[in-house]
Structure formats: C-alpha cells, structure tokens
C-alpha cells in the first residue's frame, strides 16, 4: 500500500492507498473536504468531528444504493457543485438530528 498526505479543512492526513487508486483517493478527499468546509462556513458548528459526522451523512445520503463495483467510478466522477448542492437539500434535516442527539446525550441532574 503506498501513503499518501492529503489536507482536509486545513489538516493534513497520511492516508493509505492501494496502487493506482490515488485519482479515486484525492477525489473523495475532494469531496469530503468541499463538504466540511461548507458546512463549516455555514453553520454555528465548529467541532471538527461534529462536523465530520455531518459532512458523512450529507456523503453517505448522496450515494445512491445503487451503486455497484462497475458504476463507482462514474459515481465518484459526479461534480463537486451537484454534491454540494444535494447536501443543501438534507442540511436542514442533519441540523434536526444533531439537535435531537445533543438533546439525547444531555446528562441528567
């Protein structure tokens, strides 16, 4: 496995990669980073897990099911701006059960 440094909302990250998977490596990199930042840069939230957990739903809700082996290099060529503008769409949906959460994990007196 070859390592390779990438930088995520201004940290950098040695992360593992097999041959010849750096393109696919460095566009998810891409797309986690563009996530993060934007709901950094549009929200109160300034936990960076708080906001990783977000910018991983906002992903992980984009990804069609349908996605096989053979179609996930189509999948992950999609432009950074259609995910950005799909995450908008659940943001306000996140932010509900963030709150939910917060409520949830709030120790009792």
């Not at 593992?16 to 549009?42: F, H, T, W, Y």
């Not at 906002?58 to 990804?63: I, R």
């Not at 189509?74 to 908008?88: E, K, M, R, W, Y």
């Amino acid at each position: 496995m070859k390592q390779i440094e990438v930088e995520i909302m201004g940290q950098s990250y040695r992360l593992s990669c097999p041959e010849g998977g750096e393109a696919r490596l460095q566009e998810a990199v891409a797309r986690v980073d563009a996530s993060m930042c934007k709901i950094r840069d549009n929200s109160k939230i300034r936990a960076r897990d708080r906001i990783a957990v977000l910018a991983a739903l906002n992903l992980a809700f984009d990804t069609p099911d349908q996605i096989t082996a053979e179609t996930r290099p189509a999948a992950l060529a999609a432009p950074i701006t259609t995910l950005a503008n799909d995450a908008n769409k659940t943001n306000t949906q996140l932010h509900a059960l963030l709150a939910r959460l917060d409520a949830a994990l709030v120790p009792e007196r």
